[in-house]
DNA sequence: ACTGGCACTCGCTACAGTCGAGTGCCAGGA
DNA sequence: TCCTGGCACTCGACTGTAGCGAGTGCCAGT
């Protein structure tokens, strides 16, 4: 495959004037604009290679050319320099991220913070709880038959269940069940818990068991197996810039998409030790987003990670920008949830 | 004002038809679709009155009539019937709330439900605080110099705070505050609270005062003052249907209101003892929803409203049905939240 | 291996013409 | 007085045609 210096050049010419025009760009515009040191008509050959190699295709037969998924996926990979944070933006950073009050209020920030940075739809994922530690479990009587479980977990989430009761339960057992639970279950990791939380049931006194078997079926099914994600989400409304023009005249399937927590967590969620993701338009897995691209990665205190965050935009969009933002903002909140 | 029975009847077939077809609406067309027993030369002259009283315009010289924003309004206080859910609607909604788990459940379930069955974006607002009364504060250690405050409503709502101590304190002492703001504010609303906030600084034991005081301050700040509403919104693709017709072209302005949570509570928070609300179009004191009607009503157990909930849609929408629907549904959870 | 030149394609815009839905008005009739 | 049928008129939507121009592919020449 001849894909010459030159050629990969043209290819990043393209996008790069692509991403920043938003029109199919031709042979003479591109000379023009970069120092290319050839004619047209040798960009056009370079071209007729491209689109053959299919990284470039023409809209219609008397368009400029425009970048297909693959050759913005070439572009990412080989050909994009990364772009250094502008100061201000660093500062904006900071000064969005201090001052946050407890992790609700920093996921809140941080969404927004990157909606606006990247003027693109960002999505931040709660720390997820399987990968959290067990700091406090609280145990407030409702009525006599009802509990409300509160669990307190070393990334800050706080999560609550009602629990409904078998039969009446005095005071003093509950504060037994709390104390167990608590001995047994602080400090453990959520997903190392199941084990933990079945032997629950034989430790408890014999009073105390149809409770604990309740209790600790709450536990399992709500905190452990449905593990519970929370997403936030923003700047829907920057879906419409480019007014329709991405994501081929229908803003319809994206925000069905976004509507659902799953596929949210699918795009975000899916947490390697790998540094970032970049997925472009066809190689999502989502049908409904295939016009669509996204970048994502994992953030969490030092080299920890707790869950995902990420931006969804037209495969039309400045990656290197958007990926220095979300490496940006991904360490940024990760140092916060350290000091905490 | 000469609006006789029949200009009536004529406004509201216009109103129907266009609702239903979304297209202008001819007089030809009106006397064939329903049964008015005059010929379209009468109707028209009926239009060209309800033109001139502002109730419809053409949309351009050679076309039918479309309702405006006041006819919408005629439409809706004296024309539109009560249109009684349909059994598939209220089985659908019984099916869709019952076996929800706790406040967090209801109120997604909720939104859901709402945005299905009118086809509309819908809007839940959590029950306010301002309305709830305090069920129980639990105080958690979380360092010595670190608590985090958590509040249960009887409305069955959970908020956490951090609270930064200005000094380590003992767990003795941790337990003593938690004994005082409990006894004191159990069973208050959170409205009237301030005062006995402020005075508990006063009766608490020496030792206790400095955390006292900020933990009051924390309790002011957070839980009252800024109070802290949260809301739940959902079917922002259904924004997408009838293309772009509705909303004047641009969906940007409407996403935008629809992300800022202020805008929102404005839309279905401003609960007033009345039943229900319509606002159309200019009647939205928003200027980014000067293109959208909003239905709202207040919910609550019983009598009493803890918050709002509401849909948002095109001025054209299907008014009868959507108010039948909301009303419907508050109602529900209304009775859902009685149980508990 | 690159370049200038040239023929060709084809979307876009402007313009003219036709069609038809819908109107407003008026004279005549119940 | 109110309704109706008839008629002239308006104007957007659609169609067809023509010219423009951006952009290409190809080829012969250096």
Redesign the pocket.
């Known amino acids: 495959m001849g894909l010459d210096d030159?050629k990969l050049a043209v290819l990043r010419a393209i996008v790069e004037d692509y991403v920043a025009t938003q029109e199919?760009?031709?042979?003479?515009?591109l000379v023009e604009r970069h120092q290319l040191?050839?004619?047209?008509?040798?960009v056009?050959?370079d071209?007729?290679v491209l689109?053959e190699e299919g990284y470039i295709r023409?809209p219609?037969?008397?368009?400029?050319?425009v970048p297909t998924d693959r050759g913005y996926r070439l572009f990412v990979d080989r050909l994009s320099r990364v772009k250094p944070l502008s100061p201000a933006e660093r500062r904006a950073i900071e000064r969005f991220l201090v001052g946050a009050l407890d992790l609700d209020d920093v996921v809140h920030r941080t969404v927004r913070l990157l909606a606006q940075l990247t003027r693109q739809v960002a999505v931040v994922q709660y720390p997820s709880l399987a990968r959290s530690s067990v700091r406090h479990l609280e145990l407030v009587p409702i009525s006599t038959t009802r509990l409300m479980l509160v669990m307190i977990a070393d990334t800050g989430r706080v999560e609550q269940r009602l629990v409904e009761l078998p039969a009446p339960i005095p005071a003093e057992d509950v504060t037994d069940l709390r104390r167990l639970v608590n001995e047994k279950l602080v400090g453990t990791r959520l997903s190392d818990t199941p084990p933990l939380v079945e032997a629950l049931v034989d430790e408890a006194a014999p009073q105390l068991r149809p409770a604990m078997t309740t209790l600790s079926t709450v536990l399992l099914e709500t905190l452990v197996e449905r593990h519970e994600e929370r997403i936030a989400l923003a700047g829907t409304a920057n879906l419409t810039r480019g007014g329709l023009l991405d994501f081929q005249g229908s803003l319809r399937p994206i925000l069905e998409a976004l509507e659902e927590e799953v596929v949210l967590l699918k795009l975000i969620g899916e947490v390697e030790p790998s540094t970032l993701r970049v997925r472009i338009g066809d190689e999502n897995e989502i049908d409904n987003l295939r016009a669509a691209s996204v970048v994502s990665t994992g953030y969490g205190p030092g080299a920890t990670i707790v869950g995902g965050l990420g931006v969804l935009g037209p495969t039309r969009m400045d990656y290197p920008g958007t990926i220095a933002t979300v490496r940006a903002v991904a360490r940024y909140v990760g140092e916060l949830l350290a000091q905490n």
């Open positions: 030159r199919p760009v031709g042979s003479r515009a040191g050839v004619s047209p008509a040798t056009r050959n071209m007729a689109e023409q219609h037969t008397s368009a400029g050319r």
